[in-house]
């Protein structure tokens, strides 16, 4: 490992270790500041998906796609942590401006513009975890080429894509309740 990195896995290290709920990817911050017990469980399947992706298609070493899994995601999740503040708030007000241009009534999952807003948030989790996280990797050495770009956006749709319907099954629950 490239001696210059050490001071940032040191930081990312330390965050993850003092902060006190778990924050796993820029998606995942949303999911556990909801208050979602199964956060745990997606974040966990999360890294999972990540860190198999780093390991065996990437062909990275045990120890170094572990660590390299936890800083990616570990500088994602602070990214993560205040996109959801500034973000959410923004998109809050976004998505009641475009229902009430459609007079389309509440934003709710079971209608046609919530799934293309759920969608479009899909898309740009995907997009930003893909960025930070192939930077990361190439901090530790993994060929930032094509491959390495696909697979990573196939992990993260797949890692956001279990946070997000997490975030929908638990909102149905609760309106069923």
């Known amino acids: 490992m490239n001696a210059r990195c050490r001071p940032l896995i040191a930081g990312v290290a330390l965050c993850l270790c003092i902060a006190a709920p778990a924050h796993a990817n820029a998606i995942w911050p ?3 500041l909801s208050e979602r017990l ?3 469980y997606v974040i966990g399947a999360g890294l999972l998906v990540e860190f198999v992706t780093v ?5 990275q070493p045990l120890l170094r796609a572990a660590v390299a899994t936890l800083a990616m995601n570990g500088v994602s999740a602070v990214i993560g ?7 959410g ?7 009641y401006l475009i229902y009430s241009m459609f007079d389309a009534g509440t934003p709710w999952i079971d209608d046609a513009l919530g799934w293309v807003l759920v969608g479009s948030t899909l898309a740009l989790a995907v997009a930003v975890n893909t960025g930070v996280e192939g930077g990361v990797l190439a901090m530790f ?19 956001v894509g279990v946070a997000v319907i997490s975030i929908a099954i638990s909102i149905v629950i609760e309106a069923r309740g």
């Open 55 to 59: 390991r065996w298609i990437l062909r």
């Open 81 to 87: 942590y205040f996109f959801v503040y500034w973000g």
């Open 30 to 32: 949303g999911v556990v």
């Open 38 to 40: 199964i956060a745990w």
């Open 89 to 95: 708030g923004v998109l809050f007000e976004a998505t």
């Open 141 to 159: 050495k993994v060929p930032a080429d094509g491959r390495m770009w696909q697979w990573l956006a196939a992990a993260n749709t797949v890692s």
